[in-house]
């Protein structure tokens, strides 16, 4: 997905869509990581300051094994499957693995450390399918190391000290993947379920719910290692299935001899049940051939080693290798804009300086050039009822998702009305695929020039789009289901104006920066 550049759609930016650029900047892989790194670092001033007892040297040894051999052994396994290391995730995994395990200098301490480092770069290459890791990294080396005795994972994040920047830490990464539905699900089952069995040993309901969320590692376990993008099923609704079945297992006890009740245990049930249902392992993409589509914006067509399965409105995580990173990760998110009965793979980019380091990769790609697809999701689809009504509203390239829509044929017989922002004219992409559609398109112009031929004029030079003008638009709105596609700030105010103007149902689905 790309940023958008869009005329005024409504009121100032609130405070969520101020929120929604500045997360925009980074990918969900770099967030994590720095806000992994600053919980680090804040466990090194709490220890100091005598909130934490393990010593300063041995944290700094744990700290430095756990991210030195994670990103040791993913460049040397790396070598060897002759792929290129994602060393953003190799130091996300050895992060993780710091606050499963103890610091210690006990040499069988360390040596179960080592082990779990060294089994959780392996599980991504070994424990695969098509390329695609089946397990969480770090869950797989924690459970593993487990069971060979040597060391077992006490999730020590779990503790009250950490609390202060544990909490907005994992809101911050929730909000930006836009998985706190998912979150809530898991927290409240498995929260349940630990106070009841706490109150059952005499504890206080107050104290049980306590106990839960500040001394079991429930919220680091929701927040960095439950929702992360690649071991979830592509649905919401699966998602939300998965987070109850995960929160039972989370919080039941049980022990089967060699397997007892552990985060890790869960963690790894869930993502197999992940695994079975959603897109099994990545996809190879050959690079077939690019046209522009406005002076801004381009689309890249590429053909898949093997059929992608999809629904129209879905997105795929494309990893894109550069020599020189610009700060924002390997892998990003782009909306497919064809039909899924299509042999060809499409995504519409804006491509206008300045370029990030991913676009000039894509801009770079040669007929026959080769691509990784990790993942496929999404749930920006329309209702499964062909009757139902909808206003679909895009900002800038923010017009890619509806493509496929259309491609897929799901407009054909649809009461549809599509309304487009664009700076001006010539900004229009995809003018020829409307015009075709037969759908009603109405575009509203920042520089007030005429739109292209088969498309009504909004009021342009720049004016807002509010509650009052789209209800004028479309005076059936309360009616429509509304779908709003754009940058974070974009789809922000159109929500909100949606919501003014009488829509009772607002899915959108947001560009974040990159």
């Given at each position: 997905?790309?940023?958008?550049?869009?005329?005024?759609?409504?009121p100032?930016?609130?405070?969520?869509?101020?929120?929604?650029?500045?997360?925009?900047?980074?990918?969900?892989?770099?967030?994590i990581?720095?806000?992994?790194?600053?919980?680090?670092?804040?466990?090194?001033?709490?220890?100091v300051?005598?909130?934490?007892?393990?010593?300063?040297?041995?944290?700094?040894?744990?700290?430095?094994?756990?991210?030195?051999?994670?990103?040791?052994?993913?460049?040397?396994?790396?070598a060897?499957?002759?792929?290129?290391?994602?060393?953003?995730?190799?130091?996300?995994?050895?992060?993780?693995?710091y606050?499963?395990?103890?610091?210690?200098?006990?040499?069988?301490?360390?040596?179960?450390?080592?082990?779990?480092?060294?089994?959780?770069?392996?599980?991504?290459?070994?424990?695969?399918?098509?390329?695609?890791?089946?397990?969480?990294?770090?869950?797989?080396?924690?459970?593993?190391?487990?069971?060979?005795?040597?060391?077992?994972?006490?999730?020590?994040?779990?503790?009250?000290?950490?609390?202060?920047?544990?909490?907005?830490?994992?809101?911050?990464?929730?909000?930006?993947?836009?998985?706190?539905?998912?979150?809530?699900?898991?927290?409240?089952?498995?929260?349940?379920?630990?106070?009841?069995?706490?109150?059952?040993?005499?504890?206080?309901?107050?104290?049980?719910?306590?106990?839960?969320?500040?001394?079991?590692?429930?919220?680091?376990?929701?927040?960095?290692?439950?929702?992360?993008?690649?071991?979830?099923?592509?649905?919401?609704?699966?998602?939300l299935?998965?987070?109850?079945?995960?929160?039972?297992?989370?919080?039941?006890?049980?022990?089967?001899?060699?397997?007892?009740n552990?985060?890790?245990?869960?963690?790894?049930?869930?993502?197999?049940?992940?695994?079975l249902?959603?897109?099994?392992?990545?996809?190879?993409?050959r690079?077939?051939?690019?046209?522009q589509?406005?002076?801004?914006t381009?689309?890249?067509?590429?053909?898949?080693?093997?059929?992608?399965?999809?629904?129209p409105?879905?997105?795929?995580?494309?990893?894109?290798?550069?020599?020189?990173?610009?700060?924002?990760?390997?892998?990003r998110?782009?909306?497919?804009?064809?039909?899924?009965?299509?042999?060809?793979?499409k995504?519409?980019?804006?491509?206008?300086?300045?370029?990030?380091?991913?676009?000039?990769?894509?801009?770079?790609?040669?007929?026959?050039?080769?691509?990784?697809?990790?993942?496929?999701?999404?749930?920006?689809?329309?209702?499964?009822?062909?009757?139902?009504?909808?206003?679909?509203?895009?900002?800038?390239?923010?017009?890619?998702?509806?493509l496929?829509?259309l491609?897929?044929?799901?407009?054909?017989?649809?009461?549809?009305?599509?309304?487009?922002?664009?700076?001006?004219?010539?900004?229009?992409?995809?003018?020829?695929?409307?015009?075709?559609?037969?759908?009603?398109?109405?575009?509203?112009?920042?520089?007030?020039?005429?739109?292209?031929?088969?498309?009504?004029?909004?009021?342009?030079?720049g004016?807002?789009?509010?509650?009052?003008t789209?209800?004028?638009?479309?005076?059936?709105?309360?009616?429509?289901?509304?779908?709003?596609?754009?940058?974070?700030?974009?789809?922000?105010s159109?929500?909100?104006?949606?919501?003014k103007?009488?829509?009772?149902?607002?899915?959108?689905?947001?560009f974040?920066?990159?």
């Amino acid at each position: 997905m790309s940023p958008v550049e869009t005329p005024k759609t409504g009121p100032a930016p609130s405070v969520a869509g101020r929120l929604d650029t500045m997360l925009g900047r980074f990918t969900m892989y770099r967030l994590i990581l720095l806000v992994l790194a600053a919980l680090a670092a804040y466990s090194l001033l709490l220890d100091v300051l005598g909130w934490l007892t393990f010593g300063i040297p041995e944290m700094l040894a744990h700290l430095a094994l756990c991210l030195g051999l994670t990103y040791a052994s993913n460049r040397v396994l790396a070598a060897l499957f002759r792929v290129r290391p994602h060393s953003e995730s190799s130091l996300i995994t050895g992060l993780l693995l710091y606050f499963l395990f103890w610091p210690s200098f006990q040499a069988l301490d360390v040596a179960g450390v080592a082990l779990a480092c060294v089994l959780a770069s392996a599980s991504k290459y070994a424990l695969s399918w098509r390329g695609r890791h089946i397990f969480n990294p770090a869950a797989a080396g924690a459970f593993v190391a487990g069971l060979t005795g040597l060391n077992i994972a006490t999730w020590w994040a779990a503790t009250p000290a950490m609390l202060c920047l544990l909490v907005p830490g994992v809101l911050l990464v929730l909000y930006r993947t836009r998985k706190f539905l998912m979150a809530t699900v898991f927290t409240l089952v498995a929260t349940s379920i630990i106070t009841v069995e706490l109150l059952r040993a005499g504890m206080t309901a107050g104290m049980g719910i306590y106990q839960a969320l500040a001394q079991r590692p429930l919220l680091f376990f929701v927040g960095f290692m439950l929702t992360e993008p690649l071991t979830l099923p592509p649905r919401r609704w699966q998602q939300l299935a998965l987070a109850a079945v995960v929160g039972v297992v989370f919080a039941v006890p049980y022990n089967l001899g060699f397997i007892a009740n552990s985060p890790e245990a869960a963690l790894l049930l869930g993502n197999l049940l992940a695994f079975l249902v959603g897109q099994r392992g990545g996809v190879k993409l050959r690079f077939a051939g690019s046209r522009q589509l406005t002076p801004s914006t381009t689309e890249f067509s590429f053909e898949p080693a093997r059929a992608v399965r999809f629904l129209p409105g879905q997105y795929m995580e494309l990893d894109l290798p550069h020599a020189k990173s610009d700060g924002k990760g390997r892998r990003r998110v782009f909306s497919l804009t064809g039909s899924p009965t299509e042999r060809l793979v499409k995504f519409g980019v804006r491509t206008a300086e300045p370029l990030s380091a991913a676009k000039k990769v894509l801009l770079a790609l040669k007929p026959g050039d080769e691509l990784a697809a990790t993942s496929v999701g999404g749930d920006f689809i329309l209702p499964g009822d062909p009757n139902k009504p909808v206003l679909l509203i895009a900002a800038g390239i923010g017009i890619t998702p509806f493509l496929s829509h259309l491609a897929s044929g799901q407009l054909r017989e649809r009461d549809a009305v599509m309304l487009l922002l664009a700076r001006s004219a010539d900004e229009v992409a995809y003018a020829d695929e409307l015009r075709a559609s037969g759908v009603r398109v109405l575009v509203h112009l920042a520089d007030g020039s005429e739109p292209p031929a088969g498309m009504a004029a909004v009021s342009g030079h720049g004016a807002r789009l509010d509650g009052e003008t789209l209800a004028q638009l479309v005076p059936d709105i309360a009616a429509r289901d509304v779908y709003v596609s754009g940058s974070p700030a974009s789809v922000a105010s159109l929500r909100r104006a949606a919501r003014k103007a009488g829509a009772r149902r607002v899915h959108v689905d947001s560009f974040s920066g990159y």
